[in-house]
């Protein structure tokens, strides 16, 4: 208890924890475990098939343990800053490749013609446009392809007889229209992997285990530990409501617009630590307030 005093009384230490839990919040706040947790489920959005989905979040996944290596490449030869800010660069560019994708697709649909059942729930009022988008609003409607090009609309409790008299007996009722500007979704997805694996996702853990004297750093880094988790939490349970409430292509640019917010902060909080000693820190943190630019301080003697 005294040690948590002692750290909030302490200018430097306080400057450095804001600083942490800055790292650890951004990390999470810029949807990197929507990304992940839901993968498949965003690419199945994107109208693949859910057996293609768990093919291509492989994809996702394999390119963030590869590109993970280039961040321990490059942390003490491009420094702290700038690799953490051209990861999150990447990241937003990413995101907003996400958020388009997904605007570009539900344009697809609202043009994609299909042939409703008269006969239940999967309907619209015969004056409208019966569109893969109009079934899909429907929350009881699904669609399957009759593999002849004909898209149907059908309830989610429709009997097996109805489908496969209608789209054929290996019919795949699902709930997205597939669409040729799928490919943009895995695209933006794998981008967005891609810049966060060498900056974003390793540099948080890094930077906090530098910033903290020797008496604060166990207490400092729990709180920025904590901090981090609880960002999970809220982004993980999150996605799926977010991505109802403000549509899947809102849901994209939330994040990216965070990690654009986050970017800006990074650029005149974050302190270039390459080359300064543990013993330093202190030090770096008491005399400046703001760090703009990606020169590290010169180490004294």
Known sequence: CTVLINMFKNVAVRRALVLGI?????QQLSGINSVMYYSSTILEMAGTSPRMAIWLSCIVSTANVAFTF???????RAGRKILLLGSMLVMVMGLSLLGFSFVIMDLSKKSMPVEFNSDSVCTVPEAAWKSCYNCLEIPECRVCDD???IIHCLPDNATTLL????CGADADIRKECKTSESWLAVMGLTLYIMGFAPG???LPWTINSEIFPNWARDSALCITTFTNWLGNSIISQTFLTLSKAAGRPGAFFTYAAVALVGMAYFFVFLPETKGISLERTDELFRNR?????????????
């Open 22 to 26: 800055s790292l650890q919040l951004f």
């Open 70 to 76: 280039i961040g321990l490449y490059g942390v003490e």
């Open 147 to 149: 593999g002849e090009g």
């Open 163 to 166: 489908i496969e008299a209608t």
């Open 200 to 202: 974003m996702g390793p």
């Open 289 to 301: 307030k703001t760090f703009i630019g990606f020169q590290p301080l010169q180490q004294k003697e």
